[in-house]
C-alpha cells in the first residue's frame, strides 16, 4: 500500500470500516511511513471530537433490525407499493420500527429535514470553530508569538503552502494555539484567538475561495459573509485561502480587521 491508496482509506480506517486485509495492509503501511502516521493521528483526534460532541451516534440494534425487517417487506413482488406500506402500518410493531427508523434518520441528519441550503465548507468552518473553541483538539503549538507560530508551521512538513500567522494583538486578541487538521487528505493550519469579546478561529488552507453564496459581500478576493450567529471573512492568497470565522456581529468583527491591518 502506498501514500495515495492510504490517503483514500484514512477515513474508513478511523472508522473501523477496513476489512482485515486492508486493515492490516494499512497498518503495516503505517509503520513504515511518518507522513500517513500524522495523517491517521490527526484525523482519529478529528474523530474523537465529533464523537465528543455527539455527532456520530450508534443506531441501536433494535431500530437497525425493525428497519431492515421494513425494507425486507418493502420488497415483496405480490404487493403493490401502497398496498405494502398500508400493509405494513396495520401491523403495530412493524408501524413503530418504521416510525422509529424516520426519527431517527431525522435526528442523525438534522440538515435533510430542515431545508439548509448552506455550502459545504460553511458547515466545515462551523464545525472546526466550534472543536477548536471547546477544547476537544489539544494544540500541537501553543506560542503565542505570530511569527514563533507561523515558523512552527512552515518548518513542519505537514503543510502543502506556505503559510502567515495573522497578528490580532493590536485588536485585543492573542494566539491560544494552533495545529495542523487534515480535511478530506488535505491539511488546513487553525488558530485560534482569544479576546475579551469572544473566539476568532484561522484556517488556512491550499487551493481557491470557495464560491460565495447570496448575502456576502466583496470583491478582489476578499468577501465577508454573516448566517446562523456565525461571520466568516475570506481573503485570497497566491496559493492559499483564508477563513475567519467569528461568532462577533458583523460591524464588529469588520472593525477588528481594519484594526489589525492598519496595525
Known amino acids: 500500500m502506498n501514500c495515495e491508496t492510504y490517503q483514500d ?3 474508513a480506517h478511523v472508522d473501523g470500516m477496513l476489512s482485515s486485509l486492508e486493515t492490516r495492509e494499512a497498518e503495516q503501511h503505517l ?5 500517513c502516521r ?3 493521528a490527526e484525523e482519529s483526534r478529528f474523530h474523537a471530537a465529533f464523537v465528543a460532541r455527539r455527532l456520530i451516534v450508534p443506531v441501536p440494534v433494535e431500530i437497525e433490525e425493525r428497519l431492515r425487517a421494513a425494507l ?6 405480490t404487493l403493490s407499493w401502497c398496498t405494502r406500506l398500508f400493509a405494513s402500518l ?6 413503530f420500527g418504521l416510525v422509529a427508523a424516520v426519527l431517527v434518520i431525522a435526528l442523525l441528519f438534522p ?4 431545508g439548509d441550503r448552506q455550502p459545504a465548507w460553511f458547515h466545515q468552518a462551523v464545525d472546526a470553530y ?5 477544547g476537544h483538539l489539544s494544540f500541537t503549538y501553543q506560542t503565542d508569538n505570530p511569527q514563533e507560530l507561523e515558523q512552527a508551521f512552515n518548518s513542519s512538513g505537514q503543510l502543502d503552502f506556505v503559510t502567515h500567522v495573522l497578528d490580532l494583538r493590536p485588536t485585543g486578541y492573542r494566539i491560544a494555539g494552533g495545529y495542523v487538521l487534515h480535511s478530506q487528505g488535505h491539511p488546513v493550519a487553525i488558530v485560534l484567538y482569544r479576546g475579551k469579546e469572544g473566539s476568532i478561529v484561522c484556517l488556512r488552507q491550499r487551493g481557491m475561495t470557495p464560491p460565495m453564496p447570496v448575502g456576502s459581500e466583496g470583491v478582489k478576493g476578499q468577501y465577508l459573509y454573516t448566517q446562523a450567529g456565525y461571520t466568516f471573512s475570506f481573503v485570497q492568497f497566491s496559493e492559499h485561502f483564508c477563513t475567519l470565522i467569528t461568532r462577533l456581529p458583523r460591524e464588529v468583527f469588520q472593525q ?3 484594526t489589525a491591518t492598519a496595525g
Open 31 to 35: 509503520t513504515t511511513c511518518s507522513q
Open 130 to 134: 466550534q472543536t477548536t473553541t471547546e
Open 72 to 77: 425486507g417487506a418493502a420488497v415483496t413482488p
Open 90 to 95: 396495520s401491523q403495530p410493531r412493524l408501524a
Open 256 to 258: 477588528q480587521l481594519r
Open 111 to 114: 440538515r435533510l429535514f430542515s
Open 9 to 11: 482509506l484514512v477515513a
Open 38 to 40: 500524522r495523517l491517521f
